[in-house]
């Protein structure tokens, strides 16, 4: 069972940014996608940002131009800088990644966007 490890979440007030990191064990060699999920409550899992082993990288609308995701392949983990967050970002993110076929989540993690 691969565990992904996430840190990063928290309550933050509109306009401003958090950091999501999430790591997977050192000893996988290949991980062919890494990236980020949100649930908000009373909605389904959607996308925000995924990224290849080789950089390709896919945003959802909504984050276009406002999150940024990025990994290190030599390490296992992939980061999410949040910026000019909204409200409407408030979920829990969970990290994910396809290891030879296989999806993998993290526990998840809270992200609370409020004045």
């Known amino acids: 069972q691969v565990q992904l490890v996430e840190s990063g979440g928290g309550l933050v007030q509109p306009g401003g940014f958090l950091r999501l990191s999430c790591a997977a064990p050192?000893?996988?060699?290949?991980?062919?996608?890494m990236g980020w999920y949100r649930q908000a409550p009373g909605k389904e899992r959607e996308l925000v940002a995924l990224?290849?082993?080789?950089?390709?990288?896919i945003y959802a609308g909504s984050v276009k131009g406002r999150f940024a995701i990025f990994r290190d392949n030599a390490k296992n983990t992939v980061h999410l800088q949040m910026n000019s967050l909204k409200a409407e970002d408030t979920a829990v993110y969970y990290c994910?990644?396809?290891?030879?076929?296989?999806?993998?989540w993290g526990q998840g993690t809270q992200v609370t966007v409020s004045s």
């Open positions: 050192g000893s996988i060699f290949s991980i062919n996608a």
């Open positions: 994910y990644a396809e290891i030879t076929g296989t999806d993998y």
């Open positions: 990224i290849t082993i080789g950089g390709g990288t």
